[in-house]
């Protein structure tokens, strides 16, 4: 099976290299009949888009669904050490057997090309990498039919892959800039395409939004007829494991859209299930035995929004350590606005060419408290209180250099 996993990802990684985004369902649909359009015969599906929260909120939902004494499958997606973190039934990834199983039916089924596997560029209407795990994750939740399955959007949400399911609610986590080259320059246009999960008469629960995001969502809500609402923040975070205070709004939105589903949920069952949720890199705190006091903060933000919040978290749980006594590891992709992000950050920041030709690399031009750094820098992570951040592929980057 270790053969597989070499294999597996070394094709979908030149998926990403050569194909990038797709962002069209009309081969998706092909492929998807070729397989006998496994989309059609899911479980229940909770759908979540949105720019910001998207993870957070898929775990809340599953755990608030498990308390209740559900089967429940998630995909989520970008992962951090493995593509089965993607996948997943109760909180476990997809077994390696089962994920090979599945993926070698979307192989053999649709007659992949294979030169995946060489240096030469795939034909245009081969699956990218997304949508071949779009496509094994649909094979496997049909195959395993936990109870629910809470869905994740890759990109934008109007032509994601995963917007071919029917869901029973849809969620709409906070909506910002990020990816403007494939969803557009301006928030209506962004929002538009978030707002492309909205279907005909299913309820749709929205976080509080821009009033330009709020005015699109509310317009295409209307016009599906889809009973629209407007989640309420959770009134405090007092013994979350995720505590960040945009945790509040993520979880709001989990709650209101649980309701929807179960008009009686037990609210304080869920609120003391969603307290024990976890999600590695989301203002992950991490307190090192040695060196003596040390502190790191491991957080998946990747763009300018992001960055702003988590500066704003730090400095008020860490008063005394940022910006002097602090210093934040980043690796950046480099069409990120990666020069925004650094001037809102005060401390010194060391920054990681952790992909060379993807992450920013040590010819760009950055602020003066910038250093160049590599992964494998022996004092990257020195200082009394390390941030990591900058993108959540950085974190799989980084993460075997991490203390668990």
Request: proline residues 6%; glycine residues 6%; negative net charge.
């Amino acid at each position: 099976m270790s053969e597989f996993i070499t294999q597996l990802t070394h094709d979908l990684s030149r998926r990403a290299q050569t194909q990038g985004v797709r962002y069209t369902l009309d081969a998706f649909y092909t492929h998807l009949n070729q397989l006998g359009n496994p989309h059609q015969n899911l479980p229940p599906c909770l759908h979540v888009a949105g720019t910001h929260g998207k993870g957070s909120t898929v775990s809340f939902l599953v755990s608030g669904l498990m308390a209740m004494g559900y089967t429940v499958g998630a995909f989520m997606s970008p992962h951090i050490r493995s593509y089965a973190e993607r996948i997943q039934i109760n909180k476990t990834p997809i077994k390696t057997n089962d994920f090979w199983r599945a993926y070698h039916a979307v192989f053999e089924k649709l007659t992949l090309h294979q030169t995946a596997r060489s240096t030469t560029d795939l034909p245009t209407n081969e699956p990218t990498e997304f949508e071949v795990l779009t496509l094994v994750s649909f094979l496997y939740f049909q195959e395993k039919q936990p109870d629910f399955i809470v869905v994740e959007t890759g990109l934008g949400g109007r032509l994601d892959a995963t917007n071919v399911i029917m869901p029973v609610v849809c969620g709409i986590t906070r909506i910002g800039w990020d990816h403007m080259d494939v969803l557009g320059n301006t928030l209506v246009d962004i929002a538009a395409e978030k707002a492309g999960i909205i279907k005909p008469r299913i309820p749709i629960v929205s976080v509080k939004q821009d009033s330009i995001c709020e005015s699109v969502l509310s317009l295409v809500a209307s016009d599906n007829q889809a009973p629209y609402q407007i989640a309420d923040p959770l009134d405090s975070l007092n013994g979350f494991v995720l505590n960040a205070n945009v945790q509040r709004e993520n979880a709001g939105l989990s709650l209101a859209m649980l309701s929807l589903i179960f008009p009686n949920i037990n609210i304080n069952e869920s609120i003391q299930a969603f307290k024990k949720t976890t999600l590695w890199g989301r203002y992950t705190t991490i307190k090192l035995k040695q060196p003596k006091n040390k502190t790191m903060v491991v957080d998946a933000a990747h763009n300018v929004e992001s960055i702003r919040e988590l500066v704003a978290q730090i400095r008020q749980d860490y008063p005394d350590e940022y910006p002097d006594r602090c210093v934040f590891v980043m690796g950046v992709l480099n069409r990120k606005a990666y020069r925004d992000m650094l001037d809102l950050i005060e401390a010194p920041v060391r920054l990681v060419d952790f992909q060379p030709g993807v992450s920013v690399g040590p010819n760009a031009t950055v602020p003066d408290t910038v250093t160049h750094h590599t992964v494998k820098d022996p004092n990257l992570f020195t200082g009394p209180l390390v941030v990591v951040t900058g993108s959540i592929y950085f974190l799989g980057e980084i993460a075997a250099y991490l203390p668990e």
